[in-house]
């Protein structure tokens, strides 16, 4: 009778460490399926994640080109009007062994020349001008292009 019940109870503590050993197993096995889909979702998360910035990486690329090409247009547009700045320099620039004059010269030829003085004073400040706001306009594009720093 006594090996009966201490059968009995060796019997209930096995089951006892049973039950104990199947709601742990129950536990970690609840707990892995939380985690595989915590997993999943964070793995579709990234995917998402990846395409976006994929997407911006197109879109920067695109943006890089175009910018590119303006520049490009840019500095052609500038090339030719510095050679046709230079060429028109060349154009007005004073005869050899000649000095160039200040503005008081072509004023007091003007005043003996008379009006076809005036006219031709007239053409070389107009085109000074010219030439100094084809300058700033260069200088302007090139600061748009490149802002400063500081």
Known sequence: MVDKNLLELR?????????????????????????????KERRLEIDVHIKMLVAQLRNAEEQRRETNIQLQELITKIERLMKRYESLIVVMAP??????????????RVSLEGVDGLKFLKCNLAWRLHCMEITLYCNEQIEQMMPLDH
Do not use: F, N, W
């Not at 004059?101 to 004023?107: E, F, L």
């Open 11 to 39: 019997i209930k503590k096995l089951r006892d460490e049973l039950h104990r050993q199947a709601g742990e197993v129950l536990t970690q096995e609840k707990r892995r399926l939380q985690l595989e889909t915590a997993m």
């Open 95 to 108: 005869p050899e062994g000649e000095e160039e004059h200040s503005q008081a010269y072509y004023v007091i």
